[in-house]
């Protein structure tokens, strides 16, 4: 399982993500409170974000665990944006530990996190090639294969989803994913919330402060963030 988090909204930096909150994902990557599988998230970690005049997502990834990197605290401070998106991994038993199987993986505006686990077969099947041998990789592979043929992120995703678990009966698959101007999240076996405040919202596996407005996502559902509303719809 990983833990991920977004923001889309008011500029503000990663450090809103990983280590200014008290639950951020730096303290979920060694502590989380509602992880339903593992215990422990450090086979990597990623960050994503849009910086004006690059239509292409920016995105740092590593292999270690998220506190052992000396870089993090000032390349965190300084990278800005109004859309976020960070995640911190605990990788599949038998799935490699590398930088390529480490989200956030990102085709053309798109960026994508996945938390849980999938039968490698339930996806393969679904795109022609993944960056990486883990089956993360392989279900971003499908979404991305997905937007490139046409579709809207909501919909990539929720095919994917759909499909990959009705091949894997207990597969999780919680994504989350943006393209700079909106985020689309799924809850498919594990916790995801968000939290709407003046200038903007918060989508992630699990609150990042103890402070109220956090609200849970229903089981096999479909969130979607713009600007202007948050909705929630069934799989």
């Known amino acids: 399982m990983c833990r991920h988090a977004a923001w889309l909204g008011a500029e503000r930096p990663l450090t809103s ?27 990597g970690y990623g960050m994503g974000w ?13 292999s270690v665990p998220i506190w052992t ?15 976020l998106l960070a995640a911190v991994r605990s990788a599949t038993v038998g799935m490699p530990v590398e930088e390529s199987a480490t989200a956030p993986f990102t085709d053309r505006t798109w ?3 996945h938390n849980g686990r999938v039968a490698r077969d339930a996806v393969k099947g679904l795109c022609d090639g993944a960056e990486s041998t883990c089956d993360a990789a392989w279900v971003a592979g499908a979404v991305f294969q997905r937007g490139r043929a046409g579709a809207g992120l909501g919909e990539a995703l929720s095919e994917v989803v759909v499909q990959a678990g009705e091949k894997d ?14 985020i689309v ?25 103890d402070l109220p407005g956090w609200q849970a996502v229903p089981e096999r559902s479909l969130l979607t963030v713009t600007r202007d509303d948050v909705t929630v719809q069934p799989l």
């Open 169 to 182: 009966p207990v597969a999780r698959l919680n994504l989350l994913a943006t393209d700079g101007t909106t």
């Open 50 to 62: 849009y910086a004006p005049g690059r239509p292409e997502p920016v995105r740092y990834r590593r």
């Open 111 to 113: 960026l994508l996190s």
């Open 185 to 209: 999240a799924t809850v498919w076996g594990d916790t995801l919330f968000h939290h709407r405040s003046h200038d903007g919202v918060l989508v992630a596996s699990e609150p990042l402060d």
């Open 17 to 43: 993500l990983i280590d200014e909150p008290e639950y951020g994902l730096l303290k979920q990557s060694y502590a989380p409170r509602r992880q339903r599988a593992g215990l422990i998230n450090a086979d």
């Open 69 to 83: 990197d000396a870089n993090l605290p000032d390349l965190s401070s300084v990278a800005r944006s109004t859309c």
